[in-house]
């Protein structure tokens, strides 16, 4: 044996068999010689229990003689400091799930009803449909090729500054059959994804995958937006936003679904998704078949109605904003509230700020939380019964006062 040198490795005879030069400095350093002529360095060791490894360092020509002695040194000292086995963690990092391999199996349990969400029910197709979006559109171009062990607090804090700064931001037609999607950055949109992040590395934790959350104790930032309240100059602007010349180019399901937005406080995908079988004007009242805490029924002014009769019906279409290719329902309303806002000249208002402005217009004219949350259909406080035929009449005069009063400053009318 002698000491391993760049010339004794260059020099090395090629034989019919791989054999192996031994280092005479360092004990357990070598290098294999292959009959082709390639040239490997390797370590041997043994681990705590006794057991022989023997790892392969890096390909001669790819790194020198010297460094690989250098990460021989490193590896055997870890072997003998803190009784590490390097050979089996390299063979476990492998192996390990990426951060993408993860949401995909988390969306695979989730689609089953095996993850349950904060009412601790399965999750519902909606949600399920919004955590796949955050998942392609922040959390696998972020961190999607991470191994899942690897993941660090840093890491996370790294991603948190990225959403919010707008790394992942963009603008296309790559929603579902081409609608527009508009992906934002910003503190908000942080503070979401991030803790949805933290929920995917939960279940992680409980699956043994990883040992505990990276995420747990991470600051996230304030979500300012879901606090913005609209006053009566916005409503204004929005108002004539959906009504002036340039309005008539907008697709009619747009222009309706922006004023029930406005009018009901009901979330965007409820809009959506609603059905003509479950708009009951006699009642006074929305019977939602699957908000997102369940069946709901939503108490609506009157001006809502009189916006659902001028609607544009589709035959054998059961949705009050049909598809454009008359099946199914319009997906294009996100897209056109982005559009809207831009011709309002307005920031920072999404469809939730109108449903937080509607519960301020709400407490403004004096009403209870307790009324304000029904009328919302916030959990907990929602009227679930499918067969209710009657609503309480304070109620339904309630969400008439409401949704009067944010029609009044839309159109600029004087009380």
Known sequence: MTKLTKSIIDGADLRFKQYTIWCSELKGFGAYVQPSGKKSYFVDYRTADGTRRRMTIGKHGVITTEQARKLAIETMGGVV?????????RKTRRASMTVAELCDQYLKVASKGVVLGRSRRPKKVS???????????????????????????????????????GKTAKHDRSGKNGTRVLVTGGAGTAARTTGFLGGILTYAVGEGIIPTNPVQGVPLPADNVRNRRLTADEYRAIGNALTCEAA?????????????????????????????DEVDEDAGCFRLKDSKSGPSVRPVGKVVFDVLHKALRVSGNPYVLPGLRKTGH???????????????????????????????????????????????????????????????????????????EIERQMKGEKK
Request: with cysteine.
């Open 81 to 89: 400091l803190q009784k590490a086995d390097p050979l089996l963690e």
């Open 330 to 404: 319009y997906n294009g309303l996100a897209g056109a509230w982005v559009r809207f806002m831009e011709r309002a000249e307005l920031k920072g208002v999404t469809p939730h700020t109108m449903r937080h402005s509607y519960a301020s217009v709400a407490g403004d004219l004096g009403f209870a939380e307790s009324t304000i949350a029904a009328m919302l259909g916030h959990a907990g406080n929602t009227v679930t019964s499918r067969y209710v035929h009657r609503l309480d009449s304070v109620l339904v005069a309630a969400a008439d006062k409401i949704a009067g």
């Open 127 to 165: 949600t399920i449909e919004i955590d796949k979006g955050r998942i392609e559109r922040h959390i696998k171009p972020l961190l999607g090729t991470k191994l899942v062990i690897d993941l660090t607090r840093a890491d996370i804090v790294k991603f948190v500054r990225d959403v919010t700064v």
């Open 248 to 276: 008539e180019l907008d697709t009619p399901q747009a222009i309706t679904g922006a004023w029930l937005v406005a009018l009901t406080g009901c979330r965007l995908g409820e809009i959506v998704a609603l059905k003509w």
